[in-house]
């Protein structure tokens, strides 16, 4: 059965097969312009949502020289104050370099207007390191260590490029690698082109991150082939001759993109192909040993149960087997891997020591030590509680220092320890709570710890390893934010659907709450099993952000970490292993119980369920497994279970291998149970979940004969952007004021 498209602001729209529900005061039937009252509301949670803006606050990450023991941070004080800033470790001195007036007056002389608070987001040093690099309002900029002169440097100046994603200086000798759409090209230090590839339809070529060798002679490069890989179309609906591309896109059991590493040298310009391990992996670059003879590479087995490391020598291309992790009982990594966590999974250690591995053998995330030859040495953490990261050893001695959760009272929150390569126990040098990112300088001697709490805006502080005292290099400003009313989650802890497993959540209400009201719930979900949502930092993440908007429209938002998310046990992990969509609407609804039943003023029987991309899917698996409980929801691109692989077949093994797992957690053969207000919501131009998700589920709504409202945004992408964020975001207010209603 074919679905009508609409454009953009039109909404399909029809009541759900459920009663509806007695409302006060509701706004507007869809597709109606709100009245002031409501748009006001909208207004609002649109401010909460955005709050992050008020923040005066450095949102530049301190970088270290390379020696001496020195950084530069941007420094900002008030509206109108900051400049930049060298820092001297070992001496604690805090030289700006120049005036903050005197950087502002050659700013508006170079830009040509006035330019009175600049934010700046990224800072990087010249490749001689006699001076910074920054760029404002997409003009870039150089200034000196020295002499307090800004100048403005043109597009094509090398100097320029330092900021550039897209350009790889060499630590040496002043290569300069330049990834180009589909291909690359290699430049000398005099700026010859000695290396350029091209690219071909689904066949392109990919440096990586960290991809030079210390010396500066090899450069790592990937080709990756995506010609047999399952292509979903995209189309342009912006003319009446439509386009339509087609990408490449891996569903569940169909045939992955193939990766092949390939060396440069540069100073011969021969590009040596590395022969590819066998069978259908992941492929990941995990950069190059301290000495720069061996290219270090992961491996991740397309079910996830195995995990190898290998190292290339980047002169003969030859390719030896480290070691190997596996688990042939469940997953040894998932997709929080492919977005990241293959970084943190292997540290090579100088001298060619060994290794440190990162492995959940003994059913928490824990430190292991491998000699060279790939055998195991000893496990050097160990406790009921996850390591996040190796952050760096010492110089000299065996110090090991490491992101944690090993305070038992805060189990998700990321402190800074102390270890030994000889094992034992940790020492922590955190000074306070909360999420702690550590940046240590390159001689060990010293780190910035930037950290905050969710009641504690964010710090930097410039600490010695050995102890002694914190220099605070930038404080945030937080007065504007508290302007708007209480913003902070209120802390929720209760037991899983198995009556035993504590889950932590959050809270959130309106700032005009009123404990005498009842308030229609909303349950704010994700519960994608490679991540977490719940926050533990002062600003948090989007979703929570998000939540604390919907929460001024008159709700209580509800945002949890359910069984089979990450940064806990082995086992909280695997409580949904092959199961995926069994246990995570049980777990909200049983958190969602037990938090009213302390809080009279939460209306169990006014509860909606919202979420986007995996949240999607659970909004529309709330709907339908417990449709009695939860009155309306609105799934925002929607994944499912059949979709891309490596989302999916990590937690599900391959379709083949677990059809059982895949059918059970199938939301379209539930579309029959479907009973309160539905609406779906997807961009067409989304190639994180097709739209042909929605589309599906649409057509097993109409089928099974239930009522739903559809809203499509085209040329969107998985988040809507631009004015269809706004658009989108009170859309879903609007929604829920319409189906929940307002405290009574």
């Not at 802390?491 to 899983?496: E, H, I, N, R, Y």
């Not at 349950?523 to 001024?552: C, D």
Request: proline letters at 7%.
């Amino acid at each position: 059965m074919r679905l009508r498209f609409v454009p953009l602001g039109l909404v399909l729209t029809a009541l759900s097969g459920a009663p509806a529900l007695a409302l006060e005061d509701a706004p507007p039937a869809s597709g109606a312009t709100p009245d002031a009252g409501t748009q006001a509301k909208l207004d609002l949670a649109h401010r909460f949502t955005r709050r992050v803006e008020l923040l005066r606050d450095s949102l530049v990450t301190p970088k270290w020289m390379r020696a001496g023991d020195r950084l530069v941070f941007w420094s900002r004080e008030g509206k109108d104050g900051g400049t930049w800033v060298l820092a001297h470790a070992k001496t604690s001195e805090l030289k700006p370099l120049l005036s903050g007036e005197h950087l502002r007056q050659q700013l508006s002389s170079l830009m040509g207007k006035p330019v009175t608070a600049p934010r700046f987001f990224d800072v990087a040093f010249t490749p001689d390191e006699q001076g910074i690099v920054f760029q404002l309002e997409g003009k870039t900029f150089g200034l000196g260590l020295t002499g307090g002169r800004v100048t403005l440097l043109p597009p094509e100046d090398r100097t320029a490029l330092t900021l550039s994603p897209a350009h790889f200086f060499a630590p040496r000798g002043g290569a300069l690698a330049l990834q180009r759409p589909g291909g690359f090209a290699v430049q000398d230090a005099a700026g010859a082109t000695v290396v350029e590839r091209t690219g071909e339809q689904h066949l392109d070529w990919r440096i990586p991150e960290r991809p030079w060798s210390p010396d500066g002679r090899f450069l790592t490069v990937w080709r990756e082939d995506s010609r047999a890989v399952h292509q979903v179309p995209v189309v342009d609906y912006t003319s009446a001759l439509e386009k339509v591309t087609m990408m490449p896109y891996a569903k569940a059991g169909t045939p992955l993109p193939r990766s092949e590493l390939h060396v440069v040298e540069v100073a011969t310009g021969r590009v040596t192909r590395i022969p590819p391990v066998e069978g259908e992996t992941y492929d990941w670059f995990a950069g190059w040993n301290p000495e720069g003879t061996e290219a270090l590479c992961l491996h991740l087995s397309r079910n996830a149960k195995r995990l190898d490391l290998t190292a290339v020598d980047p002169t003969s291309g030859k390719r030896r087997h480290v070691l190997r992790e596996e688990r042939p009982e469940t997953f040894v990594t998932g997709l929080d891997f492919a977005v990241g966590g293959w970084a943190k999974q292997v540290t090579a250690l100088p001298e060619g020591r060994g290794y440190l591995w990162m492995s959940e053998r003994d059913g928490w995330r824990h430190v292991y030590a491998y000699d060279r030859s790939g055998k195991h040495v000893r496990q050097l953490t160990r406790g009921a509680f996850p390591v996040h990261e190796v952050v760096g050893i010492a110089p000299t001695g065996d110090a090991l220092y490491v992101l944690a959760s090993a305070d038992s009272g805060a189990p998700y929150e990321h402190l800074f320890y102390r270890g030994s390569l000889k094992g034992g126990a940790l020492t922590r040098l955190s000074s306070g709570s909360g999420m702690h990112r550590i940046t240590p300088s390159p001689s060990g001697r010293y780190y910035v710890d930037t950290w905050s709490s969710r009641t504690q805006p964010r710090l930097r502080e410039l600490v010695p390893v050995t102890g002694g005292p914190r220099v605070r290099l930038t404080t945030s400003d937080a007065s504007e934010v508290e302007s708007l009313g209480d913003t902070r989650p209120e802390a929720l802890l209760v037991k899983a659907a198995d009556g035993t497993t504590p889950l932590h959540g959050v809270l959130y209400k309106p700032r005009d709450f009123d404990a005498a009201k009842r308030y229609p719930v909303l349950a704010y979900i994700y519960a994608g099993p490679f991540t977490t949502m719940v926050p533990w930092s002062y600003v948090g993440n989007h979703m929570s952000l998000t939540a604390s908007g919907l929460a001024q429209l008159g709700f209580v938002v509800v945002m949890l970490d359910p069984r089979g998310t990450t940064g806990r046990s082995k086992a909280f992990q695997d409580a949904n292993y092959g199961r995926v969509g069994q246990t995570e609407i049980p777990d909200y609804v049983a958190a969602l119980k037990q938090a009213a039943a302390t809080r009279p003023w939460m209306d169990l029987e006014r509860v909606g369920i919202h979420g986007a991309s995996w949240g999607g899917y659970f909004a529309l698996r709330g709907m339908l497994t417990a449709p009695d409980f939860f009155k309306a929801g609105y799934a925002v691109a929607s994944g499912a279970l059949e979709e891309e692989a490596i989302i999916n077949e990590p937690y599900l093994d391959l379709p083949s291998a677990n059809p059982q797992g895949y059918a059970v957690g199938d939301n379209l053969a539930l579309a029959g149970k479907l009973k309160g207000h539905l609406k779906l919501m997807h961009g067409t131009s989304d190639v994180n979940a097709t739209l042909s998700v929605t589309m599906r589920m649409a057509d097993a709504l109409i089928r099974a004969n239930k009522r739903f409202e559809l809203l499509i945004m085209p040329g969107q992408p998985h988040s809507p952007m631009g004015p269809a964020s706004r658009y989108f975001q009170d859309d879903v207010g609007l929604f829920f004021l319409r189906t929940l209603g307002s405290p009574q």
